[in-house]
């Protein structure tokens, strides 16, 4: 095994010396992510600025076992980009280039360490539309994005990243430089690789060029903040709003705790008696945005809604969506750590899930608030917490199984969006069943023989995970 001093003397004869580092306040910066409770030192960090270069150090840590962790903001919450068993941390911030835009095809081609909210910036001043919105937008990078296969508000209607995921330039474990898929609309030569690529966490190649797919955005767009004397009520106007045939763009809820969360904070005049509150957004062509407005807000009030504002303009519109972009910050006041979840369940279950989610809360004596996407499931129970206070930490543990067992047991799923990282790779056999491990478990092992790209996430590894827990 090299020492870290071999290391970085290697690294700088690779790529220039000023783009690696290894002095202690660096190690410290890159040893976590957005992930609470999770740190990893890692022995020197490489900012490449193109495909070869990545290329080059990937091949040297491959031939020399060195593990290489990818990189994007570091905003991961399943610890995917936390070099927890030590080796190289490979950011790609310094790849940041936005290299076409191709108004006859409507696709764009990006590096992989661009700002995802400046891509969607760019696409729009071409009058174009790059719908996933994951709410880290404007720090995580469209990398990171493609292998968490991110979602956002938007999703309901518009998909997830992988549905935007047209052709990928990657760098494999060896060094091996591929590209994979095309701008034609329909491609059906061979295994779909560019898919198996899209939610594979940095484990199976390092995203180099990313080619998405562009839309025309829609004329007009209208919000409405409906409040709930409960979040079962709530649940049932989302049914009723999906029955009516109407699909909004954003469909999102904040139950009883975050709502007071949020008003303790910003005062913006949310009813603190509310059980729940649906933020709903429709868009499209102006007259169908207003006959959908009206419906949903009839659906809301025959639902039991106490309250629905309709914005009459973007920008009163924009004020309304405020409550639900401020919902993590708010809660994320309250206590030194914040433990943010994604279970996630089919539609239906949502009021279930809620009602379970509140039980455990209570039974283990903890604070949380429960906010997400009502329109596909996707919860976020939001635990408020001190990860200094082990007897309390173990007690989140408890809840947190529960939580995810349940949603496995309602037919969903312990993430919807965060990806397995190393924080849920102990809960993926339930999900997925012996064989769905083993045959993933093959699939790493062609991209990767010898296990040197992010090594300890996604798969389970009691013994390994004993020896680097921080
Ligand atoms: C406040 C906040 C809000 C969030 N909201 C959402 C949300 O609404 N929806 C959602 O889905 N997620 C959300 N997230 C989670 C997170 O932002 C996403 O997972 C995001 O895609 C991570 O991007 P990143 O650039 O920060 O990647 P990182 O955290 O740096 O890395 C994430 C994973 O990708 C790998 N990786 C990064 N770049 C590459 C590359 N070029 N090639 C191969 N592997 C790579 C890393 O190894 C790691 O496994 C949120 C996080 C925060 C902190």
Redesign the pocket.
Known sequence: MLSKNEIVAALKQLIDPQRVLSEPEDIVTYSY??TPHLTGAPAAIVHPVNTQEISNLVKWAYENEVPV?????????SG??VPIQGGIVLS?VRMDRILEIDEENLTLLAE?GVITGNLAAEAAKRGLFYPPD???MK???I???V??N???LRCLKYGVTEDYVLGLEVVLPDGEIFWTGSKSKKDVAGYNLKKLLVSS??TL????KVLLRLIPPPAATKTLLAFFPDMVSAGRAVAGIIAGKIIPCTLEFLDHVTINCVEDYSQIGLPRESGGLLLIQTDGHPAQVDEEAEKIRTICIEHGATEVRVAQTPEEGEKLAQARRMA?ASLARRKPTTILEDATVPRSKVPEMLAFIEQVRDKYQLEIGTFGHAGDGNLHPTCLTDERDTEEMERVEQAFDEIFKKAIQLGGTVTG???V?CVKSKYLPMMVGETGIKVMRRIKQIFDPTGVL?PG?IFFDEKKEETVSA
């Open positions: 992510d957005g962790v990818p990189r994007g903001s570091g905003t991961g919450l995917g980009s790609t992989p994951p709410g880290s720090i995580s990078t990398g990171g994005n292998v968490e991110s979602g956002g966490e940095g190649g390092i995203v180099t993590l969006e965060h990806g990282g992010n996430k």
